[in-house]
């Protein structure tokens, strides 16, 4: 579904990321952790075409979008969300999913500002889809409120729904649990598994509450300063030195 061969990013003299490559498997739900500053949002920036890497390839269903503009990359199928919540806040919540529709919208802004039948046909479809989303996500009764006015766990569902509107093949979670209280962040891992299963996706999330990542991920790829250091299933990636050492220091080797 998703191929990183050898990615390699900098920003000036710092290697942000180096040399990484990745494979995510259709349905896969996978993880992409390691300490901050690791490379993890950049990698995620370079998927989405936000970057350009400096070398290597990204392959998405075998297309090389390595090169490709964000608008290109979304409108392939990859989605995403963002480590800082980004939603339109004085929009109302049905609002922000119909902008993201609209990215698809076939009629030209002539037939919008004429009212043309086309138009209002697919504005219409729009809106019905678009309170389908909310309701797969359990939005869909604050559709008309303001999206700063909800709490910040729906905030995050919202910004989800958005991104579901595009119609990806693949999402890309950026610290979805960020923020969230042990409830809220339960509720969240549930969510993460059903969208899954009923929108056919693959996802990819960044990650740093733990419970989460070994909780839902079937895979997890470590990064450190840029390297991807460990790759595996939640067990294998719980138990391995490298990953313990870049999370706690290389004094772990002697504590343990
Ligand atoms: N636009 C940029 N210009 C310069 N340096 C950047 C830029 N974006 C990221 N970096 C640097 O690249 C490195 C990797 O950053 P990145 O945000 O990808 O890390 P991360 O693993 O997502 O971290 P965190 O978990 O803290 O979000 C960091 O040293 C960061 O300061």
């Known amino acids: 579904m998703l191929r990183l061969d050898r ?24 993880g992409l952790i390691g300490p901050n500053g690791a490379g993890k949002t950049t990698i995620f920036n370079v998927i989405t075409g936000v970057y350009r890497a400096d070398s290597g390839k990204v392959y998405f269903m075998g297309i090389d979008v390595t090169k490709k503009k964000p608008h290109e990359i979304a409108a392939l199928g990859i989605a995403r969300t963002f480590q800082n919540i980004k939603l339109f806040h004085r929009m109302s919540v049905l ?37 389908d989303l909310l309701e797969a996500v359990g939005l869909k009764q604050l559709a008309n409120e303001s999206a700063a006015s909800l709490p910040y766990g729906y905030q995050r569902k ?10 990806p093949r693949i999402l890309l ?31 990819l999330l960044i990650e740093h509450d ?32 490298e990953v313990i050492k870049a999370y706690l220091g290389s004094g772990a080797y002697a504590r343990s």
């Open 95 to 131: 609002d922000n999913v119909r902008v993201a529709c609209h990215f698809r919208l076939k009629a030209s802004v002539f037939s919008a500002v004429l009212d043309l039948p086309k138009y209002a046909r697919e504005e219409r479809e729009m809106t019905k889809e678009s309170l």
């Open 7 to 30: 990615v390699t990013k900098k920003f000036g003299g710092l290697v942000a990321v180096n040399n990484v490559s990745l494979e995510l498997e259709q349905g896969q739900l996978a």
């Open 173 to 203: 979670l950026d610290e979805p649990a960020a923020g969230m209280n042990p409830e809220e962040t339960a509720e969240l891992m549930r969510f993460i598994k059903r969208i899954r299963d009923e929108f056919g996706l693959t996802i």
């Open 158 to 167: 919202l910004e989800i729904a958005r991104a579901l509107a595009t119609r």
């Open 210 to 241: 733990m419970k989460v990542v070994m909780g839902i991920c079937e895979k997890i790829t470590v990064l450190d300063h840029g390297c991807v250091i460990a790759e595996g299933s939640p067990k294998e990636i719980q138990n391995n030195p």
